[in-house]
């Protein structure tokens, strides 16, 4: 069955650099692209950014350019995102969703990382 | 960017109500748009895709429809398990980019 499992929370100071993984299993892993979501407390989701596993091209929301790097490795089918100059609004939990290619829909999602950023 | 703004943020309906959520963006995205459920601590789960498919596995009584700027999300006989959090959201495929609406909080009455 397919799975994505994430890395455990992080506890990360304003400035640091976060990055979490989403390991992928059940499935053929560069045959799906990766989206990466997060949602404050209390809050909406706000899509980040999308990585195709088969090539890596990326593409990510303008408000986090130059701030979030996206990337694979398809040795192990993990996907990861690193989100650097954390602020105190990053704190959020943050997904890892399945592509599927045909649909464009995020048909199986991690089950979520939460990263605190706090001095 | 397109933007989606969705309505209502919140819905209090009984069991057995049809219950609507609208999607409106700001420009034309065809039928680019699905439709997410999220329970409390839970990540979000697809339940509509392409505007009007039912994802597999999801119950009859969730339905989509809308094309172009205008998309609604009907549940046509509310049951308690749907109590959750409603989220549209648009894509577009050149390049992969995607957006979600604000969200509809759904309570049981």
């Known amino acids: 069955q397919v799975q994505l499992v994430q890395s455990g929370a992080e506890v990360k100071k304003p400035g640091a650099s976060v990055k979490v993984s989403c390991k992928a299993s059940?499935?053929?892993?560069?045959?799906?692209?990766i989206s990466w979501v997060r949602q404050a407390p209390g809050q909406g989701l706000e899509w980040m950014g999308w990585?195709?596993?088969?090539?890596?091209?990326?593409n990510y929301a303008q408000k986090l350019q130059g701030r979030v790097t996206m990337t694979t490795d398809t040795s192990t089918s993990t996907a990861y995102m690193e989100l650097r100059s954390l602020r105190s609004d990053d704190t959020a939990v943050y997904y890892c969703?399945?592509?599927?290619?045909?649909?464009?829909?995020?048909?199986?999602w991690g089950q979520g990382t939460l990263v605190t950023v706090s001095s | 960017d397109i933007q989606m703004t969705q309505s209502p943020s919140s819905l209090s309906a009984s069991v057995g109500d049809r219950v609507t959520i609208t999607c409106q963006a700001s420009?034309?995205?065809?039928?680019?748009l699905n439709w997410y459920q999220q329970k409390p601590g839970k990540a979000p789960k697809l339940l509509i895709y392409?505007?009007?498919n039912l994802e597999t596995g999801v119950p009859s009584r969730f339905s989509g429809s809308g094309s172009g700027t205008d998309f609604t999300f009907t549940i046509s006989s509310l049951q308690p398990e749907d109590i959750a959090t409603y989220y549209c959201?648009?894509?577009?495929?050149?390049?992969?980019?995607?957006?979600f609406g604000q969200g509809t909080k759904l309570e049981i009455k």
């Open positions: 969703a399945r592509v599927d290619p045909v649909v464009a829909g995020y048909d199986y």
């Open positions: 059940g499935y053929t892993f560069t045959s799906y692209g």
């Open positions: 990585i195709s596993a088969y090539n890596g091209n990326t």
């Open positions: 420009q034309d995205i065809s039928n680019y």
């Open positions: 392409d505007a009007s």
């Open positions: 959201q648009q894509y577009d495929n050149l390049p992969q980019m995607y957006t």
